[in-house]
């Protein structure tokens, strides 16, 4: 990875932050992008920086904002001279039971799980086929479980795990598209669907009775990105079991 150029969508924090962290240790210089978490994005840019002089720069965009989706791109290159791996990892999270539904929420959840990722996609495509690069987009379990009352969410991540496939057939032989669907790893800010009981039910219906850390997916990220050259369109399930046992 040494000297490989990668971009992180949502990059400040929690998964994305604990991917940055581990393709950074692996040589790699990075484009973290962010929407609203600056200090946070500031913060780890610092701490990286301090390890590799120049080698973390940042982007804040709003991902809703189809327009300005080629920018994270072409900024990337801009500043680092090319684009090796994109990590589609930004995402919105939140209950839209049957009978709430309303529009802004479809615009929320499939701009940032599904369309985001398609249209970045497709602005890096031509960057990531002059270095044989690669895509990791990451998916979700219930792309394929849909989890009750987040029916547009389970929409978008199905839709996200079918984007999937679809890059890497339209992007081979010369881009790698992969997919991670974390499992119970970190539990959703502000939920109360997410309370102490629902919490321990979830982890009883995982094989491992644990939850994982975030380093778990950033492990799977960095397995496609470097240790994963003949494999592309695949969904990878990291977490403890549970899909097994669903």
């Not at 932050?17 to 913060?43: C, F, K, P, Q, V």
């Amino acid at each position: 990875m040494h000297g490989k150029v990668v971009l992180i969508t949502g990059g400040a924090k929690r998964v994305g932050a604990a991917t940055a962290r581990l393709l950074h240790a692996a040589g790699a210089n990075l484009m973290i992008h962010y929407r609203s978490s600056a200090d946070e994005a500031r913060a780890l840019q610092d701490e990286l920086n301090a390890l590799r002089e120049d080698s973390v720069a940042l982007i804040q965009a709003d991902l809703l904002e189809t327009a300005v989706l080629p920018s994270l791109v072409s900024q990337t290159v801009t500043i680092f001279g090319g684009l090796d791996v994109l990590v589609n990892n930004a995402s919105s999270f939140y209950p839209t039971p049957i009978g709430s539904i309303k529009q802004d929420d479809w615009e929320t959840l499939m701009g940032s799980n599904l369309r985001a990722p398609l249209f970045i996609s497709q602005a890096a495509a031509p960057e990531l086929k002059k270095r044989l690069g690669c895509i990791v987009n990451i998916a979700d379990i219930h792309a394929e479980r849909p989890m009750k009352n987040y029916v547009v969410y389970s929409i978008a991540k199905a839709g996200l795990v079918g984007l999937t496939k679809s890059l890497a057939r339209e992007l081979g032989p010369e881009v790698r598209v992969n997919a991670v669907a974390p499992g119970p790893i970190l539990w959703p800010e502000d939920d109360a669907n997410f309370d102490e009981v629902s919490r321990q039910r979830i982890v009883s219906h995982t094989i491992l009775k644990s939850v994982g850390e975030p380093e778990d997916i950033a492990r799977a990220v960095r397995f496609f990105v470097m240790d994963a050259p003949y494999v592309t369109g695949q969904v990878l399930a990291v977490d403890g079991g549970r899909s097994a046992k669903l």
